[in-house]
């Protein structure tokens, strides 16, 4: 178990747009920052951090917290997982109790695949920096690659003994159960033979977007025309290829600082790239790019450049496959290789600058690029010439903005020399079938019948004075201020009630909270509850709430819950709604009206659930007290008429 000491030591050391922005492109906001969310597809940002309060919030799924619940929602991680890796990318030292046999089977088989995963990047890199076939074997290749000892260090590249069950028989000694080395793939069983998928192979981890090791690819360096030349994990519970990209965890840093990204296709490619200096690259690692790997780009940056080598076989199949990134609403620009070239030998054999130069100068719009190359295949064949045309339409047709639509059009019409007129109706005919094909659009919030009472206690009078009240105390709570302090005043002569007013400076949270003590009132939503007493505490311990502080002590629900509060005023900056002429009421330029208004529709709340119960007694008893019970229902309505003046409000 990890010591209070470190977890403190976490918090207060790691800045949350600092881990966030790892993961997402964040822009500058007024004193917060925003972006794309992470949890949906979506073009507008609706993501919010905030460096002051050292919390966010995810506008379009609901979710929010701090440092800690963004790495348990965006990584999967457990409570200690998160801690763990904030302690690594900060260099803090972890100190933790020793774990019992107990708590150690108590841990996740997900977990238990991502520790044995682990085990075996330790395993292969031993093998090959320690033992003499490692390093006469695969040591040696990466360095005829042009690899630096330092470059194959950081891409922790490795060598698989041409052994049968080196992997295996080392990690089952170590205490790893053969059951996940199963799971990841590590280990192939069939009966009662084991033996490793990656014998004899140099190997390349794959790692999540935060450095975990998901898998493995493994480069066979024999002349076996039986063995395939490079092998991956199999798919596997935290392994999967289609969302998972190469080289994300090295260049993501790179990637939203350049606003662009490199595509390319081998483990070499992007390692030599990186290495030469270019390290905003990627590969899909050899398969076919997929909507999740360019969801994964897109939440660094909008512009992809996909890098081809400068081989024409194929070209075309590869060029099809990019038209789901048009449609995914990013930039995107190809660049071909000198022929006989590809990443890999080009950043060998160049200089850094040479390198970008060469992107400067060669890459074009991959709409002008297929262009012209599906022109120069049409020639003078009229009948390919039209299906060209139509080709070209149809990526067009995939781009979501109207006015890159009609740039492209034109810009088209001159290459493939065809009206405009004729580009634009069937640029029509394509959209028009495409959306009677398409299914209904998908929400970013799955759609569920809500029962009608839960639909009433969601939207209830009460759920929302609770809310308020929390939120008045996290923002003001420690302010201290000059309210006018109601008092009811019962005339002598007619037993008229009044209000009268005298003024009091108090501090905002003594002042709810005597409130709330005089007239008893208790909350009743759960989260509420176990965050009042929280936040007087803390109130009353402090001068002031540090907000970084006290959400890193919440639990992830409760940090949740407040990171909504604190950031749900300021979700009009994400719209830019002042732009727009639409200005938002600031609450905190009149707080103690705000504080007044809130505690009088409590207490008027308050006597609606006490009318309420007796008007129930009231039908249920018809003896003596029936008069009585109404005439406490006409005192509490008449209470009620003089809370509602204070409200400017008619009853």
Not at 86 to 115: F, G, H, P, V
Request: charged share 25%; aromatic share 8%; net charge negative.
């Amino acid at each position: 178990m990890i010591q209070k000491s470190t977890i403190d030591a976490v918090f207060e050391t790691a800045r949350l747009e600092e881990v966030i922005g790892d993961f997402v492109q964040l822009k500058k906001s007024g004193a917060n920052f925003k972006g794309l969310s992470p949890f949906s597809d979506e073009r507008t940002p609706s993501f919010m951090v905030s460096p002051v309060k050292q919390i966010w919030k995810d506008f379009s799924s609901g979710k929010g917290g701090n440092v800690v619940a963004f790495l348990m929602e965006h990584e999967h991680f457990s409570y200690p997982e998160a801690i763990r890796y904030l302690a690594k990318k900060y260099n803090i030292a972890i100190e933790e109790t020793e774990q019992n046999d107990e708590q150690k089977a108590a841990a996740s088989a997900r977990e238990s695949m991502y520790l044995v995963s682990s085990y075996a990047l330790r395993f292969f890199e031993d093998s090959m920096w320690e033992s003499t076939q490692g390093k006469a074997i695969g040591l040696s290749y990466f360095k005829e690659r042009g690899f630096t000892e330092e470059t194959i260090r950081y891409f922790q590249l490795g060598y698989s003994p041409d052994v049968w069950s080196a992997l295996t028989d080392a990690a089952l000694k170590a205490g790893y159960q053969l059951e996940y080395l199963d799971k990841t793939g590590l280990t192939i069983v069939k009966e009662d033979k084991k033996f490793d998928r990656f014998k004899g192979r140099v190997m390349f981890p794959i790692h999540s977007m935060s450095g975990r090791v998901l898998g493995f690819g493994g480069r066979i360096l024999t002349q076996d025309k039986k063995a395939a030349k490079y092998m991956n994990s199999p798919e596997s519970e935290i392994y999967n290829k289609s969302k998972v990209l190469y080289g994300l965890y090295q260049g993501k840093q790179a990637i939203a600082k350049e606003d662009t990204c490199y595509l390319v296709e081998g483990y070499t490619d992007v390692i030599q790239m990186h290495q030469r200096g270019i390290k905003n690259v990627v590969s899909s690692s050899g398969t076919a790019l997929t909507p999740e790997q360019i969801r994964l780009i897109g939440r660094l940056t909008k512009n992809i450049t996909v890098l081809f080598d400068g081989d024409p076989a194929g070209l075309r199949a590869s060029l099809r496959g990019i038209d789901m990134i048009l449609e995914a609403g990013m930039n995107v620009r190809v660049c071909m290789f000198p022929e006989g070239e590809d990443p890999d030998s080009f950043a060998r054999n160049h200089g850094l600058e040479e390198v970008r130069d060469f992107f400067t100068t060669n890459a074009k719009d991959f709409i002008q690029f297929k262009a012209a190359l599906l022109v120069d295949e049409a020639a003078q064949d009229p009948l390919k010439k039209a299906e060209t045309i139509r080709e070209m339409v149809q990526s067009i047709a995939k781009i979501p903005d109207r006015i890159k639509q009609e740039v492209y059009v034109k810009s088209c019409a001159g290459l493939m020399d065809i009206s405009e007129e004729v580009l634009f109706a069937t640029l029509a005919q394509v959209s028009q079938k495409t959306a009677t094909k398409a299914p209904p659009p998908k929400s970013s919030r799955p759609l569920s019948v809500v029962p009608q009472e839960q639909q009433v206690a969601q939207v209830s009078t009460r759920f929302e004075l609770e809310k308020d009240i929390i939120k008045i105390l996290l923002l003001h709570g420690h302010e201290e201020v000059v309210f006018e302090e109601p008092m009811l005043q019962t005339d002598a002569k007619t037993g008229a009630l009044s209000l009268v007013t005298k003024n009091i400076t108090s501090r905002v949270f003594e002042k709810v909270y005597l409130d709330l003590q005089q007239d008893e009132i208790a909350f009743t939503t759960e989260v509420f509850k176990s965050l009042y007493p929280k936040v007087l505490t803390t109130l009353n311990e402090h001068a002031a709430i540090q907000m970084d502080t006290f959400v890193a002590g919440l639990p992830p629900e409760l940090a949740t819950e407040v990171s909504d509060l604190l950031l749900q005023d300021e979700q009009h900056t994400l719209h830019d709604w002042e732009r727009k002429n639409i200005f938002i009421k600031d609450k905190k330029a009149n707080l103690p009206r705000w504080v007044h208004e809130v505690i009088l529709r409590f207490r008027c709340q308050l006597i609606d659930e006490k009318v309420a119960a007796l008007q129930t007694q009231t039908e249920e008893n018809q003896d003596n007290h029936h008069h009585d019970l109404l005439e406490e229902i006409v005192q509490y309505h008449k209470l009620k008429t003089v809370l509602s003046g204070r409200l400017n409000r008619v009853v």
